[in-house]
């Protein structure tokens, strides 16, 4: 199931997704040639904006760029082939670092609890404290999310980050190597953490209650915000997609059933992940700079976020008050 949610290749001409929406045949000539390139990860956003019917009568046209995770998604922005990055907190701190040429326009929120450390249930792992000494794979590549957790419960644990072995997987691989017993833990998320859960897996530690910080992003190629067409687009569609949003904490079952659907994948899965999907889109504010600056330091203080990130100047705040 998850093969058929991820790309099958990572090279970019074969991720960029081909399906086009949201054309309004009352829109001038002008408008109808604007057209945005959204990066995706795990037909997450698609999904959503579907089921919503949140593009209905938009005077642009959005054409998907699907990825399986956030490195390879912002290498695609880095490269022109996306206009826009969607990711976490520290994936995007991560593009940032390397040099990748985006802006922050707006956060999103969640609970947390759409990432977690996943364990056998045969590893004999009971606690955080048990980890030390262990391999944890981590998804999808160095700065996801799940290193953050994994990071954050060690130092609340009492554990320095050298006391585990960590080893960089993208989430299919890592996937199978957990289903088959290769792996005993795995920092995950999203449609990744509820697959594991069905194999074998049992929840160790989720991000809920601050262990992250619950905030992602939605960013834009600095080359995509320098068009004003394309500017007043992503504007609207950042209205959209928080419609879409609103629209999923009050359809939960209608949203798991697309998700089943675009996504293939069952119905316990799709239950989990619609009831832990980002609920809202909200500007970027002095609270959301000050929450991710704390993760930027904490990463960079242990050697995985290098440079460290300034979290406010990476930011525009024009297109969402």
Known sequence: MIRRIAAAALSLTALIALTACGADSSADASS?????????????????????????GARYKVKWAEFEGAAPLYQAVQAGAADTGYSADLPALQALSGGVRVKNVAALKNDGRHVGLVVRKDSGIDSVRDLKGQKVVVSSAKGSIAEYLLANVLKQNGLDYRDVQVQYLLPTDAQAAFASGKVKVWATFGVYQAVGLEQGGRLLVDGADGRVSGFGFVNASD????????KAALADFLQRL???????????????????????????????????????????????????????????GIGVLDPNVDVAKSADTSLLK
């Open 32 to 56: 109808r040639q604007v057209t945005l390139t959204i990066g995706d990860q795990a037909k997450t956003l698609q999904t959503i904006v579907a089921a919503s019917d949140a593009l209905k």
């Open 242 to 300: 928080g419609t879409a949003l609103r629209w999923t904490s009050t359809h939960q079952d209608a949203y798991a059933r697309a998700i089943q659907t675009r996504n293939g994948a069952d119905p316990s899965v799709a239950k989990t992940l619609a009831s832990a999907a980002y609920s809202e889109v909200l500007p970027i504010t002095d609270e959301v700079n000050t929450t991710v600056q704390g993760v930027a330091d904490l990463m960079h």
């Open 223 to 230: 080359q995509a915000l320098g068009d004003p067409k394309k």
